[in-house]
């Protein structure tokens, strides 16, 4: 039994483009989409050179790395490039293809270097071998196709070995919101017997089993959207002998050029146009200021909430765009790039006066409050009033499934139309 130390990424998505930018432009746009038009293939050339500096043993991505539906040569001839530069330091590099890059996907005409290994549509295994005797075996399998619904996990089988042993496996664990590719539940993984797990598919970072085994989701190199914010990168994985088997401890390593960022703005009592002009360039700025290092951009949204005055002037048609365009005009940070607006606010209203009223108005307050005070009333509430749409095959496929936040938001939003229509009209 021998020490290991690997690196373990996944969904590069490589020449992906970027969700919610395209209708933006200023004077800095043509600077900020070349950013954005670089920032995987940056990610990637990151990731490549910690694996210079550190030497693993050998480096694993867990599929998505490129988009079948952009069939980007360009991806996929500057990955086998990267791969080549750490064939000169003896690291072995371990491809598997997910739902978004499946087998037939890949040039077939292209010639990969001699330490990479790309697995194919049934469960392989290799040996990593230190002075010519094996010191670790990585299996692995590859999506065949774009809709892989079996549970791939089932296939892996710990060898006869005391070496240590991962899987590589592109897939949905059970109880993820993720969409439902090859299928599996945290004791499959247990099962086979491996000390550690390399998955990919799950754009979050999470740490699902930190004892053996090992079962890790590094999340995307590079978020693509609003809703992937904060730093994205890889784990740098060092694997100890321990009793009959490993003690795995992983370290993450931040490699995305672009960050996306969510910044709140409470802007309760506020009565002012130019102070809330103030107060969110001043959040921009602040942004800019706690960015990471290595943070190229700053992507924002600035969430707005609390009660104000100012409610009914901000839901004015054309209000937020204009609001947005000055920002992006007047910021004097180059790093940092406001997308939009999220309007939280309501009315200024006393709302515990407000309930103990007796009109309408006080009646939906504290039917409004009942629910929260229940944690499952938001919920109730809106699929109930969701339900007539359910017996419609086409609205129900179109209806979006809804987080906890989404479903308290649109809870928020009719107290305040509530307010809005009742109080101030």
Not at 39 to 59: G, H, I, K, V
Request: with cysteine; aromatic share 6%.
């Amino acid at each position: 039994m021998y020490p290991i130390r690997y690196i373990h990424a996944a969904d590069l998505h490589l020449d992906a483009v970027f969700a919610g930018l395209s209708r933006e432009a200023s004077p800095q746009s043509g600077d900020l989409a070349r950013l954005l038009h670089m920032a995987t293939f940056t990610a990637m050339e990151r990731l490549f050179a910690l694996c210079e500096r550190e030497r693993p043993d050998f480096l694993v991505i867990a599929g998505d790395i490129y988009n079948q539906e952009d069939q980007s040569i360009r991806a996929q001839l500057m990955l086998r490039d990267d791969c080549e530069r750490l064939a000169a330091f003896g690291v072995r590099v371990f491809l598997a293809h997910g739902n978004h890059d499946p087998l037939p996907s890949r040039l077939h005409t292209l010639r990969w270097p001699s330490n990479v290994t790309v697995f194919g549509n049934t469960i392989e295994s290799h040996a990593v071998l230190r002075e010519g005797e094996p010191v670790a075996f990585v299996h692995g399998i590859s999506h065949d196709n774009a809709q892989e619904g079996r549970n791939l996990a089932r296939l892996f089988q710990r060898r006869d070995s005391p070496c240590f042993q991962l899987g590589v496996l592109h897939c949905t664990l059970e109880g993820s919101k993720a969409e439902r590719y090859a299928p599996c539940s945290l004791d499959d993984l247990r099962a086979c017997g491996l000390d550690a797990w390399a998955l990919g598919h799950v754009h979050e970072r999470i740490v699902l089993s930190e004892q053996q085994p090992l079962v890790l989701y590094p999340g995307n190199t590079q978020g693509l959207h609003i809703n992937e914010s904060g730093e994205r990168g890889c784990f740098l994985i060092s694997a100890v002998p321990s009793g009959e088997g490993f003690s795995c401890s992983a370290a993450f390593k931040p490699l995305g050029p672009v960050i996306w960022q969510t910044q709140e703005v409470c802007v309760d009592d506020m009565e002012h146009l130019d102070t809330l002009d103030a107060r969110l360039f001043s959040a921009l700025e602040e942004l800019s200021a706690n960015a990471p290092p290595g943070c190229e951009a700053v992507l924002a949204r600035l969430r707005l909430t609390g009660r104000t005055p100012l409610d009914a002037a901000l839901r004015r048609p054309a209000a937020l765009a204009d609001l947005c365009e000055r920002l992006r005009d007047g910021v004097t940070r180059p790093q940092v790039w406001l997308k939009d607006i999220d309007l939280r606010t309501a009315p200024a209203v006393d709302l515990t006066a407000a309930r103990s009223r007796e009109d309408l108005l006080g009646e939906a307050l504290r039917l409004a409050e009942a629910g929260r005070a229940t944690g499952d009333g938001v919920r109730e509430l809106v699929d109930g009033a969701l339900k007539p749409l359910q017996g419609h095959a086409r609205a129900r496929k179109a209806l979006p499934q809804l987080s906890d936040e989404e479903y308290a938001a649109l809870f928020s939003d009719a107290e305040r139309l509530c307010i809005d229509l009742m109080e101030n009209r």
